[in-house]
């Protein structure tokens, strides 16, 4: 965790914790609000989670403040944010999103949601209204994947948004199969082909429970808080060279950090990053509007290959990712640098550095990688 400031208003006695020079109340950590007759409390002490967890209440970030979450709730946002911090490399990447889609994709696509069940309320944000009601009876028409997110579309017009955070994961299993329930199964989808057909049960499982489930109308789709802005697909036509090369122009900031940037490219994490950095040999410290022409045509390339080499992969398997088969991904055993801090490079045998950028570590070959 990196708690680095922490504002205070003396007269509401409203914290809001701010991570750099970015305050990131909005949506998940909201705003740690003590009660005036209640003893202050040490900022840092409510930064870690360790206040008295009576007195914690969290509201939203408007001009009226409207209670998001119960007492015993804003304790266990704060203890999930804390272990959140410093884990974003194990949030699964869009090789590994694609994975659990191909592999639920003809269990889901034509079939119906015969019957949808919930076991909590929430998982990162709160299931959607009358979420089972607009569920049950939808047929799947089509699985997509945008980025980091699978997309649902139903007969019924809306669209069904999911992504699987830290470690969540689904597996199927035959309708006839009694499957024992575990702790962390959270959502469980009953699906079926018609009346007398096939019926599988696909179990949303997710310990850390920054996972989340949405849902939005067609037309609401592009424009709502999870798409919008959102960059091209890399592994889609829109991804041309000239695009990526378009979309670097001007930018000061380091091609790591512009590549990392969702509205660059759409689903890159800080692995694959590393990856394409490499292997176009292209330095993470480059200010990315260097990097046009022969550079950004190498990047481009790069970034198209690796992903697909690792989405025929099967994916990543760090921590605590796994497809909807159960069987982890192989992809890590053929990282040239991610991880790899003091190897020696495959192609010129010098040493692999680790840096630090915006918080995120990144491997790199000094003599390779200009």
Request: charged share 25%.
């Amino acid at each position: 965790m990196d708690y680095k400031t922490l504002s205070h208003s003396t007269r509401e006695c409203k914290y809001h914790v701010v991570f750099g020079s970015k305050c990131r109340t909005k949506h998940l950590y909201g705003a740690i609000t003590f009660e005036p007759s209640v003893q202050p409390v040490r900022p840092f002490a409510i930064a870690m989670g360790i206040a008295d967890k009576r007195t914690v209440s969290v509201f939203d970030h408007g001009s009226s403040p409207t209670r998001l979450y119960t007492i015993s709730a804003a304790w266990a946002l704060m203890q999930r944010a804390a272990v959140f911090r410093g884990n974003e490399d194990k949030l699964p990447e869009l090789p590994e999103v694609e994975t659990v889609r191909r592999g639920l994709a003809p269990v889901m696509e034509g079939w119906r949601f015969a019957r949808v069940t919930t076991r909590r309320k929430d998982l990162r944000f709160p299931l959607p209204a009358r979420f089972r009601a607009r569920l049950e009876g939808a047929m799947l028409e089509r699985l997509d994947r945008r980025g980091k997110y699978m997309i649902c579309a139903l007969d019924t017009g809306e669209h069904l948004i999911m992504h699987l955070g830290m470690s969540g994961r689904f597996t199927i299993h035959s309708g006839q199969t009694d499957v024992a329930s575990e702790k962390h199964d959270h959502v469980v989808f009953e699906m079926n082909q018609g009346a007398n057909g096939d019926r599988v049960k696909i179990i949303y499982n997710d310990a850390r429970r920054f996972g989340f489930m949405d849902l939005a109308e067609q037309d609401a789709l592009e424009s709502s808080r999870h798409f919008k802005g959102m960059g091209p697909e890399p592994m889609s036509n829109l991804f041309s060279a000239p695009v990526f090369a378009e979309a670097l122009r001007g930018k000061t900031a380091p091609i790591k950090a512009a590549l990392l940037d969702q509205r660059v490219v759409a689903g890159l994490g800080n692995i694959y990053v590393c990856e394409a950095l490499y292997r176009a040999g292209v330095s993470p410290r480059r200010k990315a509007a260097t990097t046009a022409g022969k550079r950004s045509n190498r990047l481009h390339r790069a970034i198209v290959d690796v992903l697909r080499d690792a989405i025929e992969a099967g994916g990543s398997s760090l921590k605590d990712f796994a497809n909807t088969s159960g069987e982890l991904g192989y992809f890590q055993h053929h990282f040239a640098v991610y991880g790899r801090e003091g190897e020696p490079c495959g192609q010129c045998g010098a040493t692999i550095e680790r840096i630090v950028q915006s918080g995120r570590s990144t491997f790199f070959c000094r003599r390779c990688q200009r």
